[in-house]
């Protein structure tokens, strides 16, 4: 590939990113591996000038807080089965890793989830992770 059609892609990489689309979908978009698609974003996040990086950086993590905002909203709704409990819990923890993704960093590898159960009602047999204590 040229260094002309390498900087194209980590443009296009770049949009997409900013757009809010996830690393694979980007990968998926350019027909690349997703983690080249990683390697295209942080070139073209490196080419931009650090006040422009941080920009984009605020700008991302305010979107993240937006639909972070409005999962926790659903959470919060008290006629919420726990099968769309689970999928909005899932919906956060997928913002949460692409926010975290942003800043370079890593979340931990297992998370578990325990739902409280009201008087009447019968356990959910939640098993546990190995190496994770409830």
């Known amino acids: 590939m040229t260094a002309g059609k390498r900087h194209a892609q980590e443009l296009e990489a770049l ?21 080249t ?13 650090a006040q ?8 991302s993590e305010a979107r993240f807080n937006g639909w972070m905002r409005r999962a ?3 959470l919060a709704t ?23 993704q942003l800043y370079g960093l890593r979340l931990p590898s297992a998370v578990v989830v325990q739902h409280e159960l009201g008087p009447g009602t019968q356990d959910l047999g939640l098993t546990t992770v190995p190496g994770v204590h409830r």
């Open 72 to 74: 926790n909203v659903l």
């Open 15 to 35: 949009e997409l990113s900013n757009a809010g689309h996830s690393i694979d979908v980007i990968a998926e978009r350019l027909d690349i591996s997703a983690r």
């Open 78 to 100: 008290e006629d919420l089965s726990i099968q769309d409990t689970v999928k909005v819990l899932g919906l956060l923890l997928s913002l949460e890793r692409e926010r975290v």
């Open 52 to 59: 422009e990086a941080d920009t984009l950086r605020r700008q």
């Open 37 to 49: 698609a990683a390697r295209r974003v942080r070139a073209a996040l490196q080419r931009i000038p």
